[in-house]
């Protein structure tokens, strides 16, 4: 039988719903969300980072999602980074190597003065 005191399930029709989890390029904050479609993860990434019209990459290796059918192979629980569009985003393994790198840029390439010895005139 129908209830008719059901409310209907939110969706766009693109699917079944997943889990998929969204963070800012900075990392700073993260959330999970179901979504069906590109269309409701981006409106829900939207509300959650208060973004307006932002892109959406895969934190593995940065590949920008710039379709339907492209998100509907990805499996569920995927992290997404999303961001204005024109922010930077680096993901995955640049952030592996960027890190590192300018942890040795600072250290060898604009070492500390050496100290100063104060010396008594004879």
């Not at 409701?40 to 590949?63: P, S």
């Amino acid at each position: 039988m129908f209830n008719i005191r059901s409310s209907p399930k939110k969706s766009s029709g693109a699917g079944p719903l997943q889990g998929y989890k969204i963070t800012n390029e900075l990392r700073s904050k993260k959330y999970g969300v179901a979504a069906d479609s590109l269309r409701m993860l981006r409106k829900k990434a939207e509300e959650k980072f208060k973004l307006e019209n932002c892109r959406v990459y895969l934190a593995q290796d940065g590949v920008e999602v710039l379709d339907e059918d492209y998100f509907r192979t990805l499996p569920a629980q995927v992290l997404f980074v999303v961001a204005e569009r024109d922010t930077i985003v680096k993901t995955g393994k640049w952030r592996l190597f960027y890190r590192p790198m300018t942890i040795i840029n600072i250290t060898i390439f604009h070492p500390s003065p050496p100290p100063r010895v104060d010396r008594d005139p004879l």
